[in-house]
Nanobody, 123 residues
Framework: QVQLVESGGGLVQAGGSLRLSCVGSGGTFSRYSMGWFRQAPGKEREFVAAIDWTGAGTRYADSVKGRLTISRDHAKNTVYLQMSTLKPEDTAVYYC????????????????WGQGTQVTVSS
C-alpha cells in the first residue's frame, strides 16, 4: 500500500507561480512512476504530467508544456509540480497518483491517489 499526501495549493493571481508537493509513504514508493492530474468543477479528471521512477523521463499534457515542471526527490519521497505563468483555466483540484506503468496518461493505470489540493487562479 502506498499513501500519498498533496500540499501546496492555494489562491494565486494569473501569471503567478505555485509549487505542489506529493509525499509518498509505504510500499516501495521510489519504484513507482508518478503522475499529476487535475479536475475542474463540472469537468472530468485530466492528465497533467508524469515522471518515471528514475526521474529522468517526463511527459506533459500539451496545455501545460513549458509552464509546469514535474520532478521528484527520492531522498524525501516527494514528487513536485512547479507551476509557472498560471492561467485561470488552470484552476482545479490537483491530484498525485502512483502507477507501475511508466509515463502513462491513462487514469485507470494509476493504483494509488492522494486526496487532492485546490489551486485557484484569479484573473
Amino acid at each position: 500500500q502506498v499513501q500519498l499526501v498533496e500540499s501546496g495549493g492555494g489562491l494565486v493571481q494569473a501569471g503567478g507561480s505555485l509549487r505542489l508537493s506529493c509525499v509518498g509513504s509505504g510500499g516501495t514508493f521510489s519504484r513507482y512512476s508518478m503522475g499529476w492530474f487535475r479536475q475542474a468543477p463540472g469537468k472530468e479528471r485530466e492528465f497533467v504530467a508524469a515522471i518515471d521512477w528514475t526521474g529522468a523521463g517526463t511527459r506533459y499534457a500539451d496545455s501545460v508544456k513549458g509552464r509546469l515542471t514535474i520532478s521528484r526527490d527520492h531522498a524525501k519521497n516527494t514528487v513536485y509540480l512547479q507551476m509557472s505563468t498560471l492561467k485561470p483555466e488552470d484552476t482545479a483540484v490537483y491530484y498525485c497518483a502512483a502507477t507501475r506503468v511508466p509515463l502513462t496518461t491513462t487514469i485507470g493505470n494509476y493504483d494509488y491517489w492522494g486526496q487532492g489540493t485546490q489551486v485557484t487562479v484569479s484573473s
